[in-house]
């Protein structure tokens, strides 16, 4: 029985989850971009650490910054608020992790995160 359980487990994630890359993200609702600490990123959404106010199932624009060798590719996206955790390490400074569900991508740059990401190893721990 357990055994079912690990496997259910094991998929329920769809996309290849990277942490530890040199990849920067902003969020906005309204307003200016703000920068967040980026936890782990696939092609099907992100998770960050931050200390600003998100709301369950909000909708924010997303800008991905994708490091090239002499330059930098930039990504809008839009992103829904999928699940908001405590940070029980930070709990002084009111951190929390903040997983987002990517709601409009262009396939396109999909192909760019993905591409990016293969020159990584997926599911390293985040330090």
């Known amino acids: 029985m357990s055994g079912e359980f690990n496997v259910q487990v094991s998929e329920r994630r769809k996309f290849k989850r990277y942490s530890a890359v040199p990849i920067k ?26 200390h600003f106010d998100f709301l369950m199932y909000d909708d924010y624009e997303c800008q991905i910054e994708i490091p090239l060798q002499n330059d930098k590719d930039i990504i809008y996206a839009k992103a829904k608020v999928w699940r908001i955790e405590p940070d029980e390490e930070n709990m002084d400074q009111k951190k929390r992790f903040v997983a987002f569900k990517f709601t409009e991508i262009e396939e396109y740059d999909q192909i760019v995160i993905s ?11 985040y330090k």
């Open 115 to 125: 591409e990016f990401l293969t020159s990584f190893e997926e599911n390293v721990p």
């Open 25 to 50: 993200v902003r969020f906005k609702r309204s307003g200016e971009f703000k920068s967040s600490e980026l936890i782990d990123i696939s092609i099907g959404g992100l998770q960050i650490r931050t």
